[in-house]
């Protein structure tokens, strides 16, 4: 029996298929290590995406849930605001003159309303008020639609619009009004 030599103990030193045979089990090993790292980067990518999904699934969820119960607040907040409204006109005295107090407090109401800001209310006598209300044309159109109609209804004496800079660097408009309190004995009379 005829024993073969053992291979030298450097792979230079070794045949050419002993060599390649080497080389493409190194590169198998490489390729495979490379190949579980980028599925164990890919599988840890998934994972954080899929908790993701389940964190604003889980938001939605509650967003849902609060914006269900919307409606019935809505309702309740106009059913109060309805009663806010009785119990002032029964504080609105029937000959018109209003105290500014109460003047003040529904025009800034309907102010905020409407997104305008109210800048300035000066008291004037008798029952009447110079304000300064800055906004978008249509909040300042909402607002005088609003402030002039039943019930505590306010007259409108006089109105300057003019354009003016806001506190970000941008432009508003800005409603300077001198107006009263409307006299329902005068408003009843004008009705057919």
């Known amino acids: 029996m005829k024993r073969r030599p053992a291979l030298p103990t450097h792979p230079a030193h070794w045949p050419p298929a002993a060599r390649i045979a080497l080389l493409l089990v190194a590169a ?11 599925a164990h980067e890919r599988s840890a990518l998934r994972q954080a995406a899929e908790n993701l999904r389940h964190s604003l699934q889980s938001r939605l969820t509650d967003a849902l849930a609060k914006t ?24 609105w005295p029937q ?19 409407c997104g ?52 970000d660097g941008g432009q508003a ?6 107006l009263g309190a409307a006299r329902r004995d005068a408003d009843t009379q004008t009705q057919p």
């Not at 018109?96 to 102010?111: E, I, M, N, S, T």
Request: hydrophobic share 50%; glycine share 8%.
């Open 68 to 91: 269900s119960g919307l409606p019935a607040m809505r309702a309740q907040e106009n059913r109060l605001g309805m009663r806010l409204l009785v119990a002032q006109e029964q504080l």
């Open 116 to 167: 305008l800001e109210m800048a300035s209310f000066k008291p004037l006598p008798p029952a009447h008020a110079e304000i300064s209300v800055g906004g978008e044309y249509a909040g300042l159109l909402r607002f005088v639609e609003l402030v002039t109609r039943p019930p505590l209804p306010v007259r409108i004496e006089s109105m300057e619009l003019a354009v003016h800079a806001t506190r």
């Open 173 to 178: 408009l800005l409603m300077k009004a001198v």
């Open 95 to 113: 000959d018109g003159h209003a105290d500014a107090g109460l003047l003040q407090l529904k025009l800034a109401r309907r102010a905020e309303e």
């Open 28 to 38: 198998l090993a490489c390729a495979a290590s490379g190949l579980v790292l980028y």
